[in-house]
């Protein structure tokens, strides 16, 4: 059974530094490229971020180009979304996704939420 799941979320005043981490079980994660996707309430789900599955290549959205990194340890089975400068727009729960394009395959976690309050 795969199981992906995400840790690390909570609340943070603007400025502030997270680190999501989402730890991958039942599946040949080398294989598989990673990202991180956020949805905000009433706003449809957006990629943040991807990893390629020896992580030799990472993409952004613009939104977070420069503030966010994203990085993976396939010794542990794990990515990991480090969120520098964090504001309120960034806001949302965050979801780790598992991608084999190749054989049509996808993975979801549940989700952890990110909340960027004074």
């Known amino acids: 059974q795969v199981q992906l799941v995400e840790s690390g979320g909570g609340l943070v005043q603007p400025g502030g530094s997270l680190r999501l981490s989402c730890a991958a079980s039942g599946l040949a994660f080398t294989y598989f490229a990673m990202s991180w996707y956020r949805q905000a309430p009433g706003k449809a789900r957006e990629l943040v971020a991807t990893?390629?599955?020896?992580?030799?290549?990472?993409n952004y959205a613009g939104s977070v180009k420069g503030r966010f990194t994203i990085s993976r340890d396939n010794a542990k089975n794990t990515v990991y979304l480090q969120m520098n400068s964090l504001k309120p727009e960034d806001t949302a729960m965050y979801y780790c996704n598992a991608d084999r394009s190749s054989l049509g395959i996808k993975f979801w976690g549940q989700g952890t939420q990110v909340t960027v309050s004074s």
């Open positions: 990893i390629t599955s020896t992580g030799s290549t990472t």
